[in-house]
């Protein structure tokens, strides 16, 4: 084992030597990116085979996040198109996100439902079968003695105080029903509260209520909301400073074993002002954390209060049972119910079953999306543990996200002015190349905000939930409290780095003869007439092979009309036919010798992907991914016939 070991150690520091000693004897050159002058091809074709590489080796989608497409829109955004169409599209999907504010669209790989389309009806049906899974209460023994001089169980299993005097009537207020908001409230009531602290609440100069030796995680018993007002108001007390005021006006009196020790007084403090700000998944934005006054908060603690002593058994509190809050299933209970349809995106995905969605109305798909969840999650509902395996928070940082803002746009500057100087490449070829290198790796400022550029559905903050019994862990539900991704911004991810990228690269066509004398780039030789003409055969042999896959198609299908096939029609028509034009100019300009008209070719192949970036919500193609794929490595030959043509006039 030594020798072996040894035998290791010599290698390293002879290849070292071995390597230093070749690259010493030969002779230097010159930089130039990417190596033309190292290499024997001609100028431009190196730039061709690399255009070719970075389409044949990624997917549809990662291109389009590539695509550097936003055309005359730099500034505002693509605009989003309605196609009424495509909502009576019957394609099959593999997910579904329930998103607020936005035209219900049906896609070939996702579809969208406006959320807040689905009626209270179906909300309620919804959370009556959440109910029959999940439980927001879990029924164990107390591990610690329970102190009989201040606190006693009732036959459900809740606790009361037994030396306060109720400041409401000996009978129960009747409430309606819980809804699911009550339930997010009723999680964000005990959701990081600091257990251990005792709070003194005072009203009309009375302790009304005080949490010294409360049960961790235990519910209080309350007859009112007036009653569920100072358990709220103690509850939020116990909280960090970012998710509560209220623990900087109440007022810190001592210590004891356990903690510190607060009051606070009701009378001084509005009941109807936002009072909580609590982030259940990581890295909300401000406005986006769930957000409540104490009125509230107390009227939600009651209603869920009172549902759980009518579903309770009656003897669990005599066999020394105590309700605790669980607020992981309590959290999916308010999700799966309803509580974020509004404001949030609910996305679930990874199902087995059919998910075609013609002719189904948003309340349908919501009812038969949450019906396949319990399905899954039958044999884990209402445990403790098991569940707390299903479902997790996270996501990306945003804070730290921003080195890798700073590297990004310093990065593509580099990069474009670098491939406009040094080779071949026209602008849109540079950013195109430039954001290939960045693709899922840095960030721009808007993706700060929806996540990671290209990032998988893990990394994107929120509530995740796994498919049950699933070896790759895949997502099964996915909830944020804001509507992020699927519902774009006016701005798309790569906004930034893709302008500051197509600057450079102007920049770097303008001062080319400058820069390369500057660094002592070797001399820049002409590109062979040759190199066009190949990237001209290549871009029209693309456009024939896919127009000859959709003849075919068509002529065994003839739904070429249709409304399903209308974004395949908007993809055809302005791919194709601004593939033949920048062909036949590019000869055009060959022959005539009007090689520096080559940026009007780059601009017209920019341009001839604004119709596709304008479909609804996005990119919701009728095409398969083959198609797709051919599609865009169309538009990148036309980059590189641009580039080709351009290169030809740099001497």
């Not at 308010?334 to 995905?349: K, M, V, Y």
């Not at 939930?465 to 519902?487: H, N, Q, W």
């Not at 959709?550 to 209308?566: G, P």
Request: charged share 15%.
């Amino acid at each position: 084992m030594e020798m072996q070991i040894l035998k290791m150690s010599l290698r390293i520091p002879v290849t070292i030597i071995t390597t230093a000693v070749i690259a010493l004897s030969l002779p230097l050159v010159f930089a130039q990116a990417p190596v033309n002058d190292v290499v024997s091809w001609p100028p431009g074709l190196l730039l061709l085979a690399t255009v070719l590489y970075a389409t044949l080796g990624s997917s549809p989608n990662e291109l389009w996040e590539i695509e550097p497409v936003t055309g005359i829109f730099l500034f505002t955004g693509l605009p989003k198109l309605s196609i009424r169409g495509m909502q009576r599209v019957n394609w099959v999907t593999s997910a579904c996100h329930f998103v607020p504010g936005i035209r219900s669209a049906y896609g070939r790989a996702n579809f969208w439902v406006r959320s807040n389309s689905i009626s209270a009806s179906a909300r309620a049906q919804a959370l009556e079968r959440v109910l029959s899974q999940l439980r927001c209460v879990t029924y164990r023994p107390l591990e610690t003695p329970l102190n009989e001089e201040i606190w006693e169980v009732t036959s459900a299993g809740l606790m009361t105080r037994v030396n306060l005097v109720p400041q409401s009537p000996n009978f129960e207020t009747k409430c309606p029903p819980p809804v699911a908001r009550d339930f997010l409230l009723f999680a964000a009531t005990d959701y990081h509260a600091f257990r251990e602290w005792e709070v003194q609440v005072f009203s009309n100069n009375k302790m009304v209520f005080c949490t010294k030796n409360m049960p961790p995680s235990s519910i209080i018993d309350v007859a009112s909301e007036r009653d569920a007002l100072y358990v709220v108001t103690a509850q939020m007390v116990r909280r960090p400073h970012s998710q509560s005021p209220l623990r900087g006006v109440a007022t810190r009196v001592g210590d004891n074993e356990y903690g510190p020790v607060y009051t606070i007084d009701l009378d001084l403090i509005n009941h109807d002002i936002p009072i909580c700000a609590i982030d259940f998944h990581s890295y909300a934005p401000q406005g986006h954390k769930v957000s409540a006054t104490l009125s509230e908060l107390a009227r939600s603690y009651f209603r869920v209060v009172q549902y759980l002593k009518q579903n309770a058994s009656q003897q669990i509190g005599l066999s020394g049972q105590v309700a605790r809050v669980e607020v992981g299933q309590t959290l999916w209970i308010s999700i799966l119910g309803g509580a974020i349809l509004d404001t949030g995106r609910l996305t679930i995905q990874n199902l087995p079953g059919r998910w075609g969605m013609k002719d189904i109305t948003a309340d349908d798909a919501y009812l038969t999306r949450i019906d396949s969840v319990l399905q899954q999650l039958a044999p884990y509902a209402g445990t403790a543990t098991e569940f707390g395996d299903l479902v997790f928070s996270g996501g990306i940082n945003r804070r730290s996200a921003v080195p890798f803002f700073i590297a990004g746009i310093f990065g593509q500057i580099a990069v474009c002015y670098f491939l406009s100087v040094g080779t071949s490449a026209g602008v849109w070829t540079s950013v195109a190349l430039a954001n290939s290198l960045y693709a899922g790796r840095l960030t721009d400022w808007h993706s700060m905000y929806y996540g990671k550029a290209l990032a998988k559905s893990d990394e994107q903050p929120g509530m995740k939930m796994y498919v049950p019994g699933s070896s790759s862990k895949e997502l099964m539900v996915i909830a944020t409290f804001d509507r992020s991704t699927p519902k774009e911004g006016g701005l798309r991810p790569g906004f930034f780095m893709a302008t500051c990228g197509l600057a450079a690269a102007i920049l770097g066509a303008i001062f080319v003869r400058q820069t390369r004398v500057t660094l002592r780039f070797g001399p820049s030789a002409l590109t062979p007439s040759w190199i066009l003409y190949t990237a001209v055969v290549l871009c029209l042999g693309t456009t024939l092979l896919v127009t000859s896959m959709l003849v075919v198609q068509q002529a065994y299908e003839k739904t070429w009309w249709e409304d399903s096939e209308l974004p395949t029609r908007w993809m055809a028509y302005s791919t194709f036919s601004c593939s033949v034009a920048v062909c036949v100019l590019a000869i055009v300009f060959k022959l005539r010798g009007l090689d520096r008209l080559w940026p009007v070719l780059d601009a017209l192949t920019w341009l001839s992907g604004v119709p596709l970036g304008m479909l609804e919500n996005g990119r919701s193609f009728s095409a398969d991914d083959n198609m797709l794929h051919l599609v865009f490595i169309n538009r990148w030959m036309m980059g590189a016939v641009a580039s080709a043509l351009g290169s030809g006039i740099r001497g």
